[in-house]
């Protein structure tokens, strides 16, 4: 079956740019979603088909895919983001999830 | 606005059926696909199953086909799940999820609060 692979955690101090991977076996060839989810709170959608960000989402973030990695990118990465974030893609009509990373702010 | 409010959660033996409810609101729900999703404590998300916008598609992960159904009733903007023969592995926060168009395999753009499911003797 097909498998989404996140690092566990990634650290960024506050201003920088936080990169997280996701990887599988040709997923730029599928269309990556990320969701962020924040202690207690249900997630919330902040990129689809790789690189579209739903309204409301601050521009500081960005995606990409390509090859066998997509990436959501935070710039000017700022204490409120400090979160759970899980990549998600479609295959063969089962929906896939990444483990999830960690990203600390500090 | 969005709401999907989720009931039916709760502490239930193993063997035993639970059916969870979410009731929509705030878009056209018809016009939509949707999802349940659930995590188990401390644990990543999961997909458990999906309803195209006109039942004619419905997806369950493989961990729980064939023990639990999925039902959308468009004419009350309501989606159900029904679980039966419940294993301890089915313990989770279960999210009720919409999706952002009618087919089965966008993204999940809106999520309810979700319910938990205690699968315990």
């Known amino acids: 079956s097909y498998e989404l692979t996140q690092p566990p955690s990634v650290s960024v101090s506050p201003g920088q740019t936080a990169s997280i991977p996701c990887s599988g076996d040709?997923?730029?060839?599928?269309?990556v979603n990320w969701y962020q989810q924040k202690p207690g709170q249900s997630p919330l959608l902040v990129m689809y088909q790789d690189s579209k960000r739903p309204s409301g989402i601050p521009e500081r973030f960005s995606g990409s895919n390509s090859g066998n990695t997509a990436t959501l990118t935070i710039s000017g990465t700022q204490a409120i983001d400090e979160a759970d974030y899980h990549c998600q893609a479609w295959d063969s009509d089962a929906a896939i999830f990444g483990g999830g990373t960690k990203l600390t702010v500090l | 606005e969005v709401h999907l409010v989720v009931s039916g959660g709760g502490l239930v033996q193993p063997g035993r059926s639970l059916r969870l409810s979410c009731a929509a609101s705030g878009f056209t729900f018809d016009d939509y696909a949707m999802h349940w999703v659930r995590q188990a404590p401390g644990k990543g998300l999961e997909w458990v199953s999906s309803v195209s916008w006109n039942r004619a598609n419905i997806d369950y992960a493989d961990s729980v086909k064939g023990r639990f159904t999925v039902l959308r009733d468009n004419a009350d903007n309501s989606l159900y799940l029904q679980m039966n023969s419940l294993r301890p592995d089915d313990t989770a926060l279960y999210f009720c999820?919409?999706?952002?168009?009618?087919?089965?395999?966008?993204?999940?753009?809106?999520w309810g609060q979700g319910t938990l499911v205690t699968v315990s003797s």
């Open positions: 999820v919409k999706g952002d168009y009618g087919a089965n395999s966008g993204a999940f753009d809106y």
């Open positions: 040709d997923l730029g060839d599928k269309f």
